[in-house]
């Protein structure tokens, strides 16, 4: 018997057995063979999107990289004062346009800004927001929202404005830049209150945004709001303080270090300490009953106190609390109020063995 | 005092349109531009290539920040006299001190106005060169 007739005999009875898909009588078997065909055709059909996709994919990055390559020369060109026409804005190409429209009005400023913004009408990027603005889609509304807000169309503003209600986070920062960039004056009075109320508003990112608003605005609004709010929300809005002119922050600090009851709200207003004029409020502060409060106010002396402060500083490092001794004696480690031999010799001369330990401590720390 | 014979400005900056932009505006004033998105090309650059009339750092780079970039340059013999100009974003207060122990020569505050900046890496190239 040769091979090919031999494979032909065994075939038979195989296919006789039901080991085909057409001649399946055992349901099982029949099953089996359908699941397969189903999974077979699911793979082969994910198989064939995922390679669309990526075709899109690669097309529409293909497509960017066109846009980019024909709209960078001219927009650099007319940034520096130059006035080449501009090409064509098909409506496929409005987010890479916009988008870097967006990305440049971020880093520039003074008159490249406003050439930009001459450009913007030229191309009807207000336009183009608006239509963003009405889409659902986050990535839209935020594109349209820093659109909207470097046009700096007055009339926008109210439109603006609502997205500061929207419950995410990053569309409202995105509504706040935009309103102070349309209207630096007004904007404070909008966000100040809903920063306050808005447990889930990073504060450091919002601070960043009022910079740039009017800052006698945002620091009237600011007091106002302080008077009224928690302790807690007092303590969340502390990193305002740093947009504010010095002596504006100063100003609320020591109103604070000196009305506020609450230990946490104390310690962050001592933290925020960076002026030798709050020294008098800081000094009393070191005997204050909440050893959190003492070791914040030995912190602060530490970065703006001199070498009158040097003995309430010895005095700290025989507090009862670990943290209040180590933060007085990295203060007087810091060659602010002496050098190391000297230190040294003031801790020693305490008689508290806890002091002189701490401060070899502190010493041992910065040596290192 | 040497520095780089040729006209040209290493710009190390991860944002790619103000890095395009700077390069346009460098090229257009008649330099050649090395453009550089991370720091640690940058620091490769500095190890291996020519010393440049000026290096434009932003402060906040990939991998390696600005500050870590400008200590390698002055590190090197070959860089230690480029000018370095730091673009920040951030506190100009905190940075200049920080630069200042490494050896930055000069600041530009983000956002930045184009003219200025062109003007003071200029200004900066052609006192290196003159002293």
Sequence with gaps: MTPTSRALATAVPVAQAGFGWANARDPFIAAAWAIGLVALTITVGLALQVLAMRARSVRRERRRDAVLAAWRPVLFERVLGGAPPLPAVSRRDEDTVLLLWTQLQDGLRGDARERLNAVGAEIDAHAMARRRLARDAALDRLLGLRTLGYLGCVADYPDVALHLDDARPYLCLAAARALVHIDPARAPGDVLPRLAARGDWPVPLFATVLGEADAREVASRFRALHATVTSEQRVRLLPLLSVLDAAIGDEILRELLANADAPDVLGAALRCVRSAGLLGDVRRLCAHPAWAVRTQAAAALGRVGGPAERDVLLGLLTDSQWWVRYRAAKALASGRFGGREEVTALASGLGDRFARDIVEHALAEDAA | ?131
Aim: aromatic content about 6%; cysteine-free; hydrophobic content about 50%.
């Design chain 2, 1 to 131: 005092m040497r520095v780089g014979a040729r006209s040209s400005i290493v710009i190390v900056e991860d944002d790619e349109n103000i890095g395009e932009l700077l390069g346009f505006m460098f090229r257009r004033d008649g330099f050649d531009t090395v453009m550089l998105r991370d720091g640690r090309s940058a620091e490769e650059y500095v190890a291996a290539g020519e010393p440049a009339a000026a290096v434009l750092l932003d402060v906040m780079l990939p991998y390696r920040d600005g500050f870590a970039v400008a200590a390698a340059i002055r590190a090197d013999p070959r860089w230690r006299d480029v000018p370095i100009v730091m673009l920040t974003g951030r506190s100009l207060a905190a940075d200049v001190e920080r630069g200042r122990a490494i050896g930055v020569t000069d600041y530009v505050l983000k956002p930045f106005r184009p003219p200025a900046l062109l003007g003071r890496v200029k200004s900066l190239i052609e006192l290196a060169r003159a002293g």
